[in-house]
């Protein structure tokens, strides 16, 4: 009775933190996670242990570079317990974290516990059909895309942007699609009057042909700016056309990066002031929509060329007089 009971906690305990219980009494962690997930293994352990007397030793043979942190630390579970922060990446591939994370005393280095971790931390893929032309909305939890040889086209929407992105599939590799509309900070700070829409691809997913990004503006009685994110926050010519007809904004892109659309003209962020961006003083280079009007480029190049005539008139003059 006392065994069966014993192999029932065990059972328990293996299904609500995610360990796998040997026979040998050796625990394994071994569910597969996402990249940016955290993953908390509770310790067990004693209650009059104090965790600011122990210390964990990281003995992974393989995915230490997927690991951004491990620490021991109260969890969400209200157990003490191991907690591994993964790196936030966006790539296709699959990472085996695989070892041993091993917990210690810090005065007598004694052994307190060992954790065998055995499991892969990959973005799931979407499932995909065999037609030419293919229209899918990217779902984060499965943003990979491996594409069939018979894919000749696909169209991604995504949820909660009213935008979309088409582009010509051949032998195209995967993509990981993976998107957000976290607001960017330091550029939301230094622009309190704007009003703004973020959309940033965190993979920077990369085409073999170059497709069309279609963001269509809120209100199209409105001034709009489509700007991409750099580096820092910096602001940076987006290269998009307005079209009028559709009320939105043409990116002609193999490769989706971060982008911000807003209803005024935008001020480089604190952190990206000493970048070299493509606009100065906050003056943005992107097109605008029609309701603005475009820049009167030719004027300015009259303007110059008046300028640099009445320059070579002078120089004339003073060889003359010599």
């Avoid at 001020?267 to 603005?292: I, L």
Wanted: glycine residues 6%; negative net charge.
């Amino acid at each position: 009775m006392k065994k069966t009971m014993s192999v029932l906690l065990a059972a328990a305990f293996a299904a609500t933190s995610g360990l796998t219980a040997f026979a040998q009494g050796e625990e394994a962690y071994t569910v597969k996670q996402n990249p940016c997930a955290t993953v908390e293994i509770p310790l067990g352990l004693e209650e009059s242990v104090d965790l600011d007397d122990l210390r964990v030793y990281n003995k992974l043979t393989s995915g230490k570079s997927a690991v951004e942190s491990i620490e021991l630390d109260r969890g969400e579970n209200g157990e003490d317990s191991l907690i591994l922060t993964l790196k936030s990446t966006y790539g296709v591939e699959t990472e085996e974290i695989e070892g041993e994370l091993q917990v210690k005393k810090k005065t007598s280095g004694t052994l307190v516990k060992t954790f065998a971790v055995d499991f892969d931390v990959n973005w799931d893929k979407a499932e995909l059909s065999q037609d030419a032309e293919l229209a899918e909305t990217v779902d984060n939890e499965a943003p990979v895309y491996e594409f069939h040889s018979s894919n000749k086209n696909v169209t991604f929407s995504f949820d909660g942007v009213d935008a979309s992105f088409e582009v010509r599939l051949e032998d195209q590799d995967a993509v990981n699609m993976h998107y957000s509309t976290k607001a960017d900070k330091a550029i939301t700070q230094a622009n309190e009057d704007a009003d703004l829409a973020f959309l940033s691809f965190d993979g920077a997913p990369t085409f073999d042909f170059r497709g069309t990004l279609t963001y269509y503006v809120e209100d199209t009685d409105k001034d709009w700016y489509l700007y991409e994110i750099g580096s820092k926050g910096a602001l940076k010519e987006s290269g998009a056309k307005y079209d009028e007809e559709e009320g939105a904004f043409l990116l002609k892109t193999s490769t989706l990066g971060s982008y911000v659309l807003s209803d005024t003209k935008l001020k480089a962020s604190s952190a990206a002031a000493g970048e070299n961006t493509d606009q100065d003083d906050g003056e943005d280079k992107t097109e605008n929509n029609p309701n603005t009007g475009s820049r009167d480029f030719v004027g300015t190049a009259v303007a110059l060329g008046v300028i640099s005539l009445v320059a070579a008139e002078a120089l004339a003059v003073k060889k003359n007089s010599k």
